[in-house]
């Protein structure tokens, strides 16, 4: 293996001999790509072309042949899993020197930067990163302080605005200054203000709020940012179609000076504009960036040529695209299956069945298939029948391990020990094991510790003038020491040793010991599946960092964890959303539930319209092309999903992929029409159609109310722009949205 050494770095000279060695296995585009190493690039290519594989191989191109160090180099990756594959790859390319570059996903990269520089910005460096539950039980306090109601102003609606103005940088004030005299908005825009104030106390951000803190970082500090644009010599993004605004600028800035800034990504696979992601940011590389180059990869080496045809028949549905051409060279292979099932019974026994044919063959393994769905909620069925076969199986993004109760207690319990400013996981645990501080004892600290600007922890100190009893106080004032004493000790622990000090000398296991149900028994299994976690972790750290450092580490990397960080590459059939799948690959792919109204997802169509639809196909589009030799699309002819039955004709991208693509053994009974791609006929729908609207035209909608129409686009079906006072605008397709003129 080549040894990289530090003397051996010299800018501007050149090992020649590299690019030949890693151009094995790589075509003239990619080689093009991968040695264009100076100045923007922008690598726009379909599914399964190598994008992230030259990537990766570019990193390695760098260092061995460029001898850039390795530090001075940045990657941004979509997921941890992805992080950490491609850590692998440039490893097994060159050695040790893997570890030194910065790839990581935009939220660990942000908090490493603000783990440096927090200060600067009013927090410190052990601050918390809050989970979507605590969120919503922060916001739910502001709410009540607000005196308002729940209903009316729901910490879930709060949550979603709030998201939405950090991922296009918009801050308080400037929420206020927009929001702040509209009826409702205006309520808003106060539970946004009170809910950061509340963060601040508590030293704590949310997901959005690491973005948005280290752009606000290098505006308050440009020696900052111009200390990492110094730092990183070259910059590279993956799945870059999917970036939001917040963390377009953040890229921009890093790049500004030097220009060395290589994005990867493909126009038909941006599937999260739901979440924020702007695919313009790709569509618009060129024009931020003049003396860009584009590198256009066309052969894709993953599917075989049916699948690929298949994903290109749907994909050039869309309007707004630019169209390219994605081929390959490998065999036309199997025809794609459209199978046509009575019920969501019928679907799960068919995978099976297919998974046990496919594992006598003994062509595949285990790993090799995958079951997608469009929502979580598909997944229950075929998991019944995956146990009931014996079948190893996995689900990705289902419960999470780190949801459970006794998981996140533990974690409260670290989180204080780091960041003692942190109120919201201090009072989760404050009374967990029971100490007899009730609910109103809580309250009236809490009151106090706002009330003073200060933290409920401080306050535990000297707790009698909150008007508690001198024996709480007592107790309060007992506890503080404790904890006082765990974080002298934690220093010089193993955080292995520092979680089984805090199980035991807290009490918590001996709570669950006392209970000794079937339930309390799971938790303390679960306790024990946690200490194989931090022994991980403790195997991978340098002891010689200080305890509580080491701590807040292991938090991060906790908190920074995604839904698709646990699949294992083990022996299971894996089960996950298409949206979890991106960029991901396997042999052998079925997709459940490909019916009108789930996928497309009849909710998408309804709020997003056109754009919705379109936002819907790039998601098919993603989801056929993990396959590389197999694909399964079923559709059922009746379902029961969320306790209802439906009865859903199979998807209109069914009817979109050409005939001779596809074997379609169960699609023949009548009622199932194949055909020209249109939305189903009710009878709904056609009174629907002919209704003739305008500017101007007031709609009432079932759930977001009357709303005025502001644009009317006509081709297959009408595309309506509404305004609605509280829910902003919403493009509605006339035929299918639930509206009536008024
Ligand atoms: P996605 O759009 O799904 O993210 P991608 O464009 O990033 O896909 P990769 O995952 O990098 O594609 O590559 C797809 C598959 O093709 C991988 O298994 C990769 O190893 C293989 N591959 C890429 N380029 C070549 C090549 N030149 N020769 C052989 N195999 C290749
Ligand atoms: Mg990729």
Not at 238 to 250: G, I, V, W
Not at 439 to 446: E, F, H, I, M, R
Request: proline share 3%; aromatic share 8%.
């Amino acid at each position: 293996m080549y040894k990289i050494d530090n003397e051996i770095y010299r800018s501007g000279s050149e090992n020649e001999g590299v690019l030949g060695e890693l151009s094995v296995g790589m075509n003239p585009r990619q080689l093009e790509a991968l040695s264009t190493t100076e100045g923007p690039l922008l690598i726009m290519a379909g599914a399964g072309s190598g994008k992230t594989r030259v990537v990766t191989h570019r990193i390695a191109y760098l260092i061995k042949g460029k001898y850039v160090q390795p530090w001075r180099i940045l990657a941004i990756t979509f997921t941890n899993k992805a992080a950490r594959e491609m850590r692998e790859r440039v490893g097994d390319l060159l050695g040790g020197a893997a570890q030194d570059v910065w790839i990581s996903t935009f939220h660990a990269m942000c908090v490493r930067m603000l783990r440096r520089d927090a200060e600067k910005i009013g927090f410190t460096s052990n601050f918390s990163i809050l989970d979507p539950a605590e969120q919503k039980s922060v916001l739910k306090g502001v709410i009540k302080r607000l005196n308002y109601d729940e209903k009316m102003i729901s910490p879930k609606t709060a949550i979603n605005k709030i998201s939405d103005a950090k991922n296009n940088l918009v801050g308080v004030a400037e929420y206020k200054a927009i929001y702040g005299r509209q009826p409702i908005m205006e309520k808003y825009a106060a539970v946004y203000a009170g809910y950061q104030a509340e963060l601040v106390r508590n030293n704590s951000m949310d997901f959005d709020d690491l973005i948005m803190n280290v752009i606000k970082l290098f505006k308050l500090h440009p020696e900052v940012l111009e200390h990492y644009q110094d730092k990183f010599d070259y910059i590279h993004v993956d799945e870059y179609q999917d970036t939001n605004d917040a963390q377009y600028n953040l890229v921009k800035s890093l790049a500004d000076k030097k220009q060395n800034i290589c994005v990867v990504g493909d126009a038909d696979q941006s599937i999260y504009a739901w979440r924020g992601a702007n695919m313009n940011n790709i569509l618009n590389f060129e024009k931020d960036y003049p003396a860009a180059k584009v590198v256009l990869l066309e052969q894709n080496y993953r599917s075989t040529k049916n699948i690929l045809d298949v994903a290109n028949c749907v994909i050039k549905n869309n309007k707004k695209r630019k169209d390219k051409a994605l081929w390959t060279d490998r065999v036309a292979g199997d025809k794609v299956v459209s199978m046509h099932v009575k019920d969501e019974r019928d679907e799960g026994r068919f995978i099976i069945e297919k998974i046990q044919e496919c594992l006598a063959s003994g062509k595949h393994s285990l790993r090799d298939f995958a079951v997608l769905y469009r929502t979580n909620a598909q997944s229950r069925t075929v998991e019944e029948m995956l146990i009931k076969s014996n079948i190893p199986y996995r689900i990705v993004g289902g419960h999470k391990f780190y949801d459970r109760k006794e998981i996140k207690d533990i974690i409260a319990y670290l989180k204080v020990l780091v960041n003692p400013a942190d109120s919201i996981s201090l009072n989760r645990i404050i009374n967990v094991p029971k100490r007899a501080i009730g609910a109103t004892s809580v309250s009236k600290l809490n009151e106090f510790a706002a009330a003073y600007d200060e933290s409920v922890y401080n306050i535990m100190a000297n707790a009698l003038p909150t008007g508690v009893s001198a024996k709480l106080a007592n107790t309060l004032g007992a506890l503080r020491a404790t904890f006082e004493n765990w974080k002298t000790k934690a220093q010089d622990l193993s955080l292995t040793e520092t979680v089984q000090t805090l199980i035991k000398e807290s009490g918590y296991e001996a709570e669950l010991k006392r209970e000794n149900t079937i339930e309390s028994q799971a938790r303390i299994e679960n306790l024990e599946e946690f200490l194989s976690v931090t022994k991980e972790f403790d195997k991978r750290t340098d002891e010689t960092v200080d305890g509580l450092e080491r701590i807040s580490d292991f938090l991060n990397d906790v908190s920074l964890m995604s839904e698709i960080d646990n699949v294992v590459d083990g022996q299971e059939v894996v089960l996950m959303t298409m949206h979890a799948a991106k960029g991901l690959e396997f042999p052998v792919v079925f997709i459940a539930g490909v019916e009108e109204n789930i996928f497309p997802s009849g909710m998408a169509l309804n709020e997003n319209g056109q754009e919705g639809l379109e936002e819907e196909r790039r998601l098919a589009y993603v989801g056929i092309t993990r396959a590389e030799r197999e694909l399964y699309l079923l559709h059922a002819g009746t379902r029961m999903l969320y306790g209802r039955t439906q009865f859903n004709p199979p998807s209109r991208f069914i009817s979109e992929i050409d005939r001779e693509l596809l074997d379609a053994p169960g699609s023949s009974p009548s009622g199932i029409r194949i055909g020209k791609a249109k939305p189903v006929e009710t009878k709904e729908t056609k009174a629907k159609a002919e209704v003739d609207w305008a500017v101007g035209d007031i709609v009432v909608h079932k759930r977001f109310g009357e709303g005025e129409v502001i644009e009317v686009t006509a081709d297959d079906m009408t595309e309506l722009l509404v305004e609605f006072p509280d829910q902003g605008q919403k493009r509605l397709l006339a035929e299918l949205a639930p509206i009536s003129k008024k």
